[in-house]
C-alpha cells in the first residue's frame, strides 16, 4: 500500500472539490439503520433519533479515523484541520435528515410505523442512488458509467431491502 499526502486545496478562485463520499455512504447508513431498526416496534421518535444519532456518531468516528490515521503523517492536527475535516465528514449526518423527516411526518401522512419505515428506507435509498449518480457525473464519468454506477448502488440498496424483507417476515 502506498502512502502519500492528500490532494493539495484549490487556491485562488477556483472552486473547492466536493467529496459526495460522505453522501453515499451516509446514506446507506440510514438504510441500515432503518432495517436493523424494523425488526423490533420501534416508535417514530426512537427511530428519528435512533438515525440521527448513528450518523453522528458514524461521522465522528471518520472524523476521528481521518484525523489520527494516515493524515497525521502529513498534515498537522490543529484547530483548522479539525474544523475542516468536521466539515468534509458532515455529509453522513446530513444524509440521514431526509429519511428522519420521512419518519417524523409520517403521522400527518396517515402512515403507520411499518409505513413509516418503508418510506425511510426508499428516501435513504433514494438518497444513495441519487447521490452516487451525482458524484459521478460531478467526476466527469459518461452518461453510461454515470447510469452503470447508479445502477450499481440500486442493487447494493436494494441487498439491504432484501435484508429487510427476509429478517422481519
Known sequence: ME???????????????????????????????????????????????????????????????????ERIMYVPVNAQEIRRMCATEWPIVTAAV??????????????????????????ALAGHVGWSTVAAKHAGATGRTVVTVGAINLVLGLLIVVLKVTLTH
Request: aromatic share 8%.
Open 3 to 69: 502512502c502519500r499526502p492528500p490532494a493539495p486545496e484549490p487556491h485562488g478562485d477556483a472552486a473547492p472539490e466536493r467529496d459526495y463520499t460522505g453522501a453515499v455512504y451516509g446514506s446507506l447508513l440510514a438504510a441500515s439503520v432503518v432495517v436493523g431498526a424494523s425488526v423490533g416496534p420501534f416508535p417514530r421518535l426512537q427511530l428519528v433519533l435512533l438515525l440521527l444519532g448513528t450518523a453522528v456518531v458514524f461521522w465522528a468516528t471518520h472524523v476521528f479515523a481521518q484525523l489520527f490515521g
Open 98 to 123: 431526509p429519511p428522519a423527516v420521512a419518519v417524523a411526518v409520517t403521522p400527518l401522512l396517515g402512515i403507520g410505523p411499518r409505513g413509516a419505515s418503508w418510506l425511510a428506507l426508499g428516501v
